[in-house]
């Protein structure tokens, strides 16, 4: 009897031992990016050009930031388009054949490595056209986010009740009005959390970005059509470049990068707080 | 009833183009990587040699390096996000457990490069100083432990993949576990068993979850590039233990690739990887699917 009460004091205190053990790298690696990222960051930092790797002033990021601010709304634009209308498809027609297909091929796109994302907006979109492009990045960016989006969006659609469903066709409007302005302003939180969801991904991803827009940091915008810098993807090849200067501006960007990150990520805990109430 | 019929053809374009970008990624895999396959056959799998002035490439050593980091990485990553998601739901009070799983939550979230970039500057060489140095001095005698590590190799890459994957599976427990009947818990208290006792009874009972919790996981990790081309050292050759530096399928298409359009079959060479780094990732989504499916019948 008290073998057994022993070992269960030893188990459960291993148990939370090792739950703090997984949950530890997160404190580790918020307090390392912001006590990296603070010895170079100040207003500057936000629209500078970024430091030669030797000599010169501390520099900024300021073509990746305006990069991936642009790389942001369009892939949201079309693949938060794309998502919430398959989304409302889905919860609409869910037993619909169709929808079976969707949810596979959705359950699929999100199995894809990014990696692979990227390698085909390369083969679509790079070489034919011979340049890297902006566009590209988002268009893979965009693929990313769809699966994301639309199967939070039918959630969302699928959570509202059915009764309200019924008086919204029973108003004699058609199915566009009632799906796309009424239950859309019912789901609206729901649908919301989506598009930020996708929005924090389109931000933080790097391997759809390698292929795709080439990283220039040297200049600002200059259509969707030229390369784009993007802050993911200063920060991967900053951090292995082997000069400490860019290593700096890597943390200084990853700081910025969190911090985007941690704003969505409230912002979208918050909205699904509410819904809760 | 006609606009009815307008709506359905109008939602009907967007599930197409899921299937179109579906089917797009998979033919411009095939299509691109042909070459590849009729230059090499199966000297391209079987082969460890990257020598792109030959134009003489076999991904071997890729392939084993992603097996071993993501097997490395669900092996450290499964007791750790079951302990998570238990820890949170059986241990702590009902404020506090809706604050870890936020944190679970945004561990999910956070950009890999981010885990890269504190993986290759903080964590490689705290892992290397404090484990994998003492593993190899008093366990070097075992082929695994056999090289003198440098801190970027397979072994810091998988257990940085760990780290990453643990919010994954904890999830995909945490919800199998919450829907748990709880008369199973209080049959099992009632009957005098210990806490411990209760948790095993209950883990028991969701092996399935946590067994998808695993696959999910997996193909997380086997897919995961940019963290990983950070901390596994890009060496062409076949590792002969966990502390060689390496390469990924996946690190390898991300680290090579600037280069490729030198060469002629270098693009196909690194689509090819990626078109079977999609095959194992569906082998085991499949396989995964169809053991989920028996231990459930079995029930």
Known sequence: MIARKVKNKIMIGLIGLLAIVSAAPLFAIIASIYVNGARIISPRFLVDFPPPPLGGSDGGIGPALVGTLILMALSILIGGGLGLFTGIFLSEYGHHILSHYTRLSLQIMVEFPTVIIGLFAYAVLVLPLRSFNAFAGAFALAIVIIPYVALQVREAYASIPYSLKEAAYSLGVSPFVVNLRILLSVARRGVATALLVGLARAAGETAPLLFTILGTTLSYFEGLDKPIGAVPLLIYNFAL????????????????????????????????????? | MRSERKFFMFLLVFPIISFIIVAGIIFSLIYTSFPIFLKEGLRF?????????????????????????????????????????????????????????????????????????WGLYVFAPLLHQYVMLPLHEYLGFIPLFSTKPSPTNLFTAGTLLAIMVIPFSSSVIREAYEAVPQGLKEAAYSIGMTQWEVIKVMTGYIKSAIFAGVILALGRAMGETIAVAMVVGNTPTLPKSLFDMGYTVSSLIANQFPNAESYDYMVAALFGGAFLLFLIGLAINILGLRLVRKVVTQR
């Not at chain 1, 000069?243 to 943390?251: L, Q, S």
């Open chain 1, 241 to 277: 470049s082997p000069y400490e200067r860019w290593h700096e501006v890597a943390w200084g960007a990853a700081a910025v990068l969190l911090t985007i990150i941690l704003a969505l990520f409230i912002v979208t805990r918050s909205l699904v707080k509410e819904v809760k109430l």
């Open chain 2, 45 to 117: 799998i079987v082969t460890a040699v990257w020598n792109p002035p030959k134009e003489d490439y076999g991904i071997l050593h890729a392939i084993v390096g992603t097996l071993i980091t993501s097997g490395l990485a669900v092996g450290i990553a499964t007791p750790l996000a079951i302990s998570l998601a238990v820890f949170s739901i059986e241990l702590v009070p009902t404020k506090l457990r809706d604050v870890i799983n936020s944190l679970s939550d945004l561990m999910a979230s956070l950009p890999t490069v981010i885990y890269g970039l």
